[in-house]
């Protein structure tokens, strides 16, 4: 960075922090929000899909669901460690928050975050059994999917790097739950899936949040977005809803 830039001319232009003793204050509570939301949700994902382990249909369904928390716990443990760096209290972050709190099924809370925590608000469903466990975590792994090819370009390189080491391990979340669907299908056909691909898209489709242009054009000059949340909520639509195709199945309504 030359020595007459400022900072945030520097990340306009596509420049890349490393230090949080570099990061101005609107920068630092941006990034402490976005890793906030991630922590918190693959937190509250990881509880939440912990209670319904023991109702994979065998061994193999079980060791693959244990295997998506245990992946998922040590995500969010990787990212509170830069959270760490700019001072977060880390151990008392994971141990005292309510991370298997639920709504009921019914609710409908759009976008709303409750008073529990930053997850999305699609963590704050329950799961019922195992089939809606796995239609859930197949249409949330490929919003995620395409949530960090976005993150995995932001001007933090700590927190890109550590996103695109996590970008695979997720990835591969959402090929078990493909895998979980397929067999299934072959056991009881897709009568009874449809109603639960209705019920998890659109609360899975509002992860995306909405087009505000004022708050996106802010982190996009911050170097912490470079897509708008329309295009990456269409392109999971297009690619969610291809794999349920090739299931026999459809997108939510």
């Known amino acids: 960075m030359a020595e007459d830039m400022s900072i945030e001319s520097y990340l306009a232009q596509g420049g890349m922090l490393s230090n949080p003793a570099n990061v101005p204050p609107r920068y630092r509570a941006a990034l402490l929000k976005l890793m906030a939301t991630f922590v918190d949700s693959e937190l509250a994902g990881a509880a939440g899909f912990a209670d319904i382990i023991n109702a994979g249909p065998g061994i193999k369904a079980r060791i693959a669901a244990a295997k998506i928390v245990l992946e998922k716990s040590d995500n ?115 009568g009874d899936l449809q109603p639960l691909v209705n019920y998890w898209w659109p609360r899975v489709s509002v992860s995306f949040g909405t087009e505000d242009s004022d708050n996106f054009d802010g982190l996009k000059s911050l170097g912490l977005r470079r897509t708008p949340n329309r295009e990456l909520n269409t392109r999971w639509q297009a690619e969610a809803g291809a794999t349920l195709a090739k299931l026999g199945l459809k997108p939510g309504k």
């Not at 975590?137 to 090819?149: D, E, T």
């Not at 700590?158 to 391990?169: C, D, G, K």
Request: glycine share 6%; charged share 25%; no cysteine.
């Open 76 to 190: 969010a443990d990787r990212v509170l460690r830069i959270m760490g760096e700019f001072g977060a209290d880390t151990e008392r972050y994971a141990d005292h928050h309510p991370w298997t709190a639920r709504l009921e099924r019914d609710a409908d809370i759009g976008q709303s975050r409750t008073g529990h925590d930053m997850r999305l608000a699609v963590f704050n469903y329950p799961l019922q059994g195992w089939a809606d466990a796995v239609v859930m975590n197949l249409l949330m792994g490929r919003a995620v999917a395409v949530q960090l090819a976005e993150f995995s370009l932001i001007s933090y390189q700590p927190l890109a790097e550590a996103f695109r080491a996590i970008a695979p391990i997720e990835a591969r979340h959402a090929e078990l739950a493909e895998e979980g669907l397929e067999r299934l299908i072959e056991d009881s056909g897709t």
